[in-house]
C-alpha cells in the first residue's frame, strides 16, 4: 500500500494508471486519502525526524541557493510602473481626481468590500460594523 503511495507520488501517475503490482488503485487512493485527512502522515514524518535527530542524521540547517530559482517565461520585460490611465468618457469626481489608477482601483476595492459586509449584515439582522 504504501509503495504504491509513494510510487504515485514519486512519478505524477494519475491513480487510475497505477500499476497493479500495488494493488486495486482505489484502496490505494483511499487508503493515501485516509491517512492525509487524519494526519497519518504528518505523525508518520514528526516519528521519522524525531528518530534520525535522535541519532544525528539530520542536519537542520538551510542553504538556499537562489541561482537554481528561474523566472516564468512571462516576468521577462514586464512593467516596472502602472500602465497609464485610460481614457474616460465622462469627467471624473472630484474626489478621485488626483489619484493614480492604482490608488483609484483601491479605493473602489475598499467600497466593494464595505457595501458586502453591510449587506451581510443586513442580510444576518445586526447592524453594519466598519473596520
Do not use: C
Not at 30 to 40: I, K, P, Q
Not at 114 to 127: F, K, M
Amino acid at each position: 500500500m504504501i509503495d504504491g503511495i509513494l510510487h504515485r507520488v514519486r512519478t505524477g501517475v494519475q491513480w487510475r494508471d497505477l500499476p497493479e503490482r500495488f494493488g486495486p488503485w482505489k484502496t490505494v487512493y483511499e487508503r493515501h486519502r485516509l491517512w492525509s485527512a487524519d494526519g497519518t502522515w504528518e505523525r508518520l514524518l514528526h516519528q521519522v525526524q524525531a528518530a534520525a535527530d535522535a541519532t544525528g542524521d539530520i542536519d537542520w540547517d538551510i542553504a538556499v541557493d537562489s541561482t537554481i530559482v528561474r523566472a516564468h517565461q512571462h516576468a521577462a520585460g514586464a512593467r516596472t510602473e502602472p500602465p497609464p490611465a485610460p481614457a474616460s468618457k465622462g469627467a471624473e469626481t472630484a474626489e478621485h481626481q488626483d489619484e493614480t489608477p492604482w490608488q483609484n482601483l483601491l479605493a473602489r476595492l475598499v467600497e466593494v468590500v464595505q457595501e458586502v459586509r453591510h449587506w451581510a449584515a443586513r442580510a444576518a439582522g445586526s447592524p453594519a460594523s466598519s473596520t
